[in-house]
């Protein structure tokens, strides 16, 4: 529920599972986990949809007041196609629906925003369970995300802490002797999606260890993994479009008001750890060293 210790609760939940933190765990969290304690939720009830909000769900079969909040939420639509809304977020996330989300929350009656700042989020976490254990370790914050002309979805970070999220091999050379010019890891992002296989997403589990993982220590951010317009093949996809939004100007569209409910009728269990598993890798890895 909103105020609830995050770091207490995985230290206690990771010692009671059998699994305590050791020194260089990565430590991954689910961000509906994470908008919950900080309070990031909404009752559609609440929600005033614009006209431009209305007359987009009433042609796309949507609710309306889910659309606004999709709004409230974008620094701008990236594109709008057969109800579908692509968003880039005030963070710089692209998107759909600019991570609103009505999922393993109440019912499809309360929304869950992302973060305001994952980054700051996670080094939270993370100073939280450096008090706690005195092990230095790195905290990932996950959310899952369609992916640009491949089906499905997968997990990546949307907030950092105690790790630097890629790897550049630019001018390193492969095994044949042959200089990389356009290879960057995103560990991070990588983390994020190997959480995915444990923690799947019916199954109750918002924390995953990640054991045995080399990675270079540091501050990272998560814009480091960000796409710039011009900056690669694929940077057409986050191009701005021309979007007719109906005479309405999106910059009158306020920030989303977050309200704190009264009840805890669906946020009582939100934090309740059913199981945190273990991802390990071997102790000598093939990644490289951290420092």
């Given at each position: 529920?909103?105020?609830?210790?995050?770091?207490?609760?995985?230290?206690?939940?990771?010692?009671?599972?059998?699994?305590?933190l050791g020194r260089g765990d990565v430590v991954v969290i689910t961000q509906k986990i994470v908008s919950k304690a900080e309070g990031r939720l909404v009752a559609l009830r609440d929600v005033a949809p614009s006209p431009f909000a209305e007359t987009w769900a009433r042609t796309h079969r949507c609710d309306p007041r889910l659309i606004e909040l999709v709004l409230r939420e974008s620094r701008r639509i990236v594109r709008m196609d057969r109800g579908v809304l692509i968003a880039e977020t005030h963070h710089g996330f692209v998107c759909a629906n600019a991570g609103v989300d009505l999922s393993n929350v109440a019912g499809g009656e309360v929304a869950a925003l992302l973060p305001v700042d994952p980054d700051a989020s996670a080094r939270r976490i993370r100073d939280g369970l450096l008090d706690?254990?005195?092990?230095?370790?790195?905290?990932?914050?996950?959310?899952?995300?369609?992916?640009?002309?491949?089906?499905g979805q997968v997990n990546v970070a949307i907030g950092v802490a105690g790790l630097i999220p890629r790897k550049s091999y630019l001018d390193a050379r492969d095994p044949a002797g042959l200089a990389l010019r356009a290879t960057v890891q995103p560990l991070a992002d990588e983390v994020a999606a190997a959480s995915g296989l444990v923690g799947q997403k019916l199954n109750r589990i918002p924390v995953v260890i990640v054991r045995g993982l080399a990675y270079e220590r540091g501050d990272g951010r998560i814009a480091d993994l960000f796409s710039r317009p011009g900056n690669g093949p694929f940077s057409m996809i986050a191009a701005d479009l021309p979007i007719d939004l109906g005479g309405t100007d999106p910059s009158s569209t306020s920030r989303t008001k977050?309200?704190?409910?009264?009840?805890?009728?669906?946020?009582?269990?939100?934090?309740?750890?059913?199981?945190?598993?273990?991802?390990?890798?071997?102790?000598?890895?093939?990644?490289?060293?951290?420092?």
């Amino acid at each position: 529920m909103p105020g609830s210790d995050i770091a207490a609760l995985v230290a206690e939940g990771a010692a009671e599972n059998g699994t305590p933190l050791g020194r260089g765990d990565v430590v991954v969290i689910t961000q509906k986990i994470v908008s919950k304690a900080e309070g990031r939720l909404v009752a559609l009830r609440d929600v005033a949809p614009s006209p431009f909000a209305e007359t987009w769900a009433r042609t796309h079969r949507c609710d309306p007041r889910l659309i606004e909040l999709v709004l409230r939420e974008s620094r701008r639509i990236v594109r709008m196609d057969r109800g579908v809304l692509i968003a880039e977020t005030h963070h710089g996330f692209v998107c759909a629906n600019a991570g609103v989300d009505l999922s393993n929350v109440a019912g499809g009656e309360v929304a869950a925003l992302l973060p305001v700042d994952p980054d700051a989020s996670a080094r939270r976490i993370r100073d939280g369970l450096l008090d706690r254990t005195a092990l230095e370790l790195a905290v990932v914050i996950s959310d899952t995300f369609g992916r640009a002309f491949r089906e499905g979805q997968v997990n990546v970070a949307i907030g950092v802490a105690g790790l630097i999220p890629r790897k550049s091999y630019l001018d390193a050379r492969d095994p044949a002797g042959l200089a990389l010019r356009a290879t960057v890891q995103p560990l991070a992002d990588e983390v994020a999606a190997a959480s995915g296989l444990v923690g799947q997403k019916l199954n109750r589990i918002p924390v995953v260890i990640v054991r045995g993982l080399a990675y270079e220590r540091g501050d990272g951010r998560i814009a480091d993994l960000f796409s710039r317009p011009g900056n690669g093949p694929f940077s057409m996809i986050a191009a701005d479009l021309p979007i007719d939004l109906g005479g309405t100007d999106p910059s009158s569209t306020s920030r989303t008001k977050v309200c704190r409910p009264p009840t805890s009728a669906y946020t009582g269990n939100a934090l309740r750890f059913f199981s945190i598993q273990v991802l390990s890798f071997p102790v000598e890895t093939p990644f490289y060293s951290a420092r």
